[in-house]
């Protein structure tokens, strides 16, 4: 660097400190007056009188000349008059392959109390989402490892999926088999206002030493304030994003979406925002498409990315699963009576939908896993007279035919937690049992 060119870096640089004063805490915010700050920016709040300690706060809004400030941690020593920092920048993230393994959280530090590796790269969580004109369009399928998938809703390198089920339906064992049988160069997962007993039994059960060793895990348990859990989201969207710019593969999955939008909601009222649909906030709608399409295709990588929303009661249309089906490229819908009849996974492909599966595999495949679907469908409208013995076999050829097949079909769609099957097994398995749909 030219003397000149540092004589200018020098004058540019800030050497000013920016600070307010805490005038009032209610409820999950802090209002301050002062500093001059903007909304995503991190502060710090100088609390304790004997132990003094530094409190990191996001400023999520302002209310007259004061800002609204929520802590990404526990509140118990701020005081009025605590004086509040500004950095004048968002949450910045260290990253790199270093992570690879490890189980993080929002701010990217290890959860084991291990210092962070050598070699990371430091980077704002606040990106945008690519330029659309920039997206690579998806052509090639990837191999997911579920043979209910990759078969009859195969998925595309840098589609987003959402897997919409109740509770105890099985998403979390749906999601350490992919994770673990994925061909994607990586795995980015996000468990987003789980509880905390059933993080690491996600790691060690689901996920396994063979799963996380290709795996980077950033977690926000329930009972951590909803601005970690709603960081911790787009922090693991961030690591992402990284290794997409590397050239690789990612697969990410995050559980849950619905988390993340209640996280987003108790933000909203706190700072003041009106409730909407069920309480929602408005703010609630407009971060669900910032987040989700950070994920997909770019100039140089892709994120296939798997978000799995919580449904009430089962309730495929309320709020936030209808405004993530319309925001994401398919949707896979976890039944609850396949569940009870010992299917898993518990995918209803009657009622999946992969958007991009007919311009990614061949005719033939698809001519079979359409002809499999409307066996399974034939099957099912006619099962009440099936079992009550009102059908009289050869009064329909198609039913008949579905009767003879339902068996080798059911098989076919269950699959065993430590099962492993390639995308050409899964599609020549198909075609063993349907033909090839001619």
Known sequence: MKAADLLHFIDKIDTY?????VKKAVGLTIESQGPESSIGDICYIHAGFKNQKKIPAEVVGFREENILLMPYTSVNDISPGSLVEATLKPLEIRVGTGLIGKVIDFQGNPLDGSALPNGLTPVLTNAMPPNPMERQPISEAIEVGVRSIDSLLTVGKGQRVGIFAGSGVGKSTLLG????????????????????????????RDLGPDGLARSIVVV???????????????????????????????????DSVTRFAMAQREIGLAAGEPPTTKGYTPSVFAMLPQLLERTGTNAYGSITAFYTVLVDGDDMNEPIADAVRGILDGHFVLDRNLANKGQYPAVNVLKSVSRLMNSIVPEEHLRAAQKLRELLSTYINAEDLINIGAYKKGSSAKIDQAIRLYPGIISFLKQGVDEKISLQESVDKLFSIVGKGE
Do not use: C, H, W
């Open 17 to 21: 400190k920016r600070f307010g004063r």
């Open 177 to 204: 088999m992919i994770a673990r049988n994925t061909s994607a160069d990586l795995n980015i997962i996000a468990l987003i206002g789980e509880r905390g007993r059933e993080v690491l039994e996600f790691i060690e």
């Open 220 to 254: 926000a348990t329930s009972d951590q304030p909803a601005l970690m859990r709603i960081k911790a989201a787009i922090t693991a969207t961030t690591i992402a994003e990284y290794f997409r710019n590397q050239g690789l593969d990612v697969m990410m999955m995050m």
